[in-house]
């Protein structure tokens, strides 16, 4: 279990929701905890949170285009009437990072696309974005495969042989990235520049957290809590990227 303090901050890596049989219980759960807890809390956005955002606008604004999604997804208009108001304020109120300098790291949802060449300073910046530039920023919660020449977004399901797992190539020019929205079975998932930290709680592997110890705790070095959970869903091994093994890369930066 994680033992935290008053001045720790405790980062979740998006999709709290659709994961499990009780979503609305996650959400009112870990708002509660951001509310209550000694410690900060931080939720950055996954695309399943983003998607029920989406949802709940379109009821209002473009119901043609909500229908559509429910009809995709029975699980948004179920999960949108067991959400309370202020469930929904939490949600929306996400981050899409969250940088921590200590670490020269950044925590993000889905990944970093290979030709992504400027990131914004701040989650505030990051509001502020729109058009092109907003939608080719908002990739990171959704990044998994890239294009193997150009390094450009994939979308989930129309990678091609000679796509790449974006971790696999990623060169650290934002910083070392923490990530979910990929699960591995074998464990949390470290790369060179970037360690893939959903192990598959929903399909009957573990939830996992990376402690990255503050620079007081000296000696301490980071390292992984996990607790093993129940399957929900089945596990598709041949969809999956090949695990690079569990020894952590990344080091303090101050």
């Not at 900060?40 to 996954?46: F, Q």
């Not at 020019?173 to 360690?195: I, L, Y």
């Not at 980071?222 to 952590?248: L, N, T």
Request: hydrophobic residues 40%; proline residues 7%.
């Amino acid at each position: 279990m994680l033992d935290m303090d008053a001045g720790d901050h405790l980062i979740f890596a998006g999709d709290l929701v659709d994961k499990g049989p009780h979503s609305a219980g996650v959400v009112r759960f870990v708002r509660r905890l951001a509310e209550s807890a000694p410690f900060k809390v931080t939720l950055v956005e996954g695309n399943h949170e983003d998607r029920h955002r989406r949802y709940h606008i379109n009821k209002t604004k473009r119901p043609a285009i909500a229908y559509t999604m429910a009809a995709a997804a029975w699980d948004l208009p179920a999960l949108d009437m067991q959400l309370t108001a202020d469930d929904r304020a939490w949600l929306a109120a996400a981050v899409p990072f969250v940088k921590i300098p200590a670490w020269d790291a950044i925590v993000v949802h889905g990944g970093i696309p290979g030709n992504m060449e400027t990131l914004p300073e701040s989650p505030e910046a990051a509001s502020s974005l729109t058009g092109k530039r907003k939608s080719a920023f908002r990739q990171i919660l959704r990044t998994r495969y890239i294009d193997g020449k150009t390094g450009s977004f994939v979308a989930f399901g129309r990678e091609q042989p000679g796509d790449v797992f974006w971790a696999e190539t990623y060169d650290g020019r934002f910083g070392h990235v923490v990530f979910g929205h990929q699960p591995f079975m074998e464990g949390p998932a470290c790369f060179s520049n970037a360690t893939g930290i959903d192990t598959a709680a929903v399909h009957g592997g573990a939830l996992t957290a990376l402690v990255l110890p503050s620079p007081k705790s000296g000696a301490a070095e980071p390292h992984f809590v996990s607790v093993p959970s129940r399957p929900y869903r089945s596990y598709r091994a041949s969809a999956q990227p090949s695990h690079p093994g569990g020894a952590i890369t990344l080091t303090r930066a101050i």
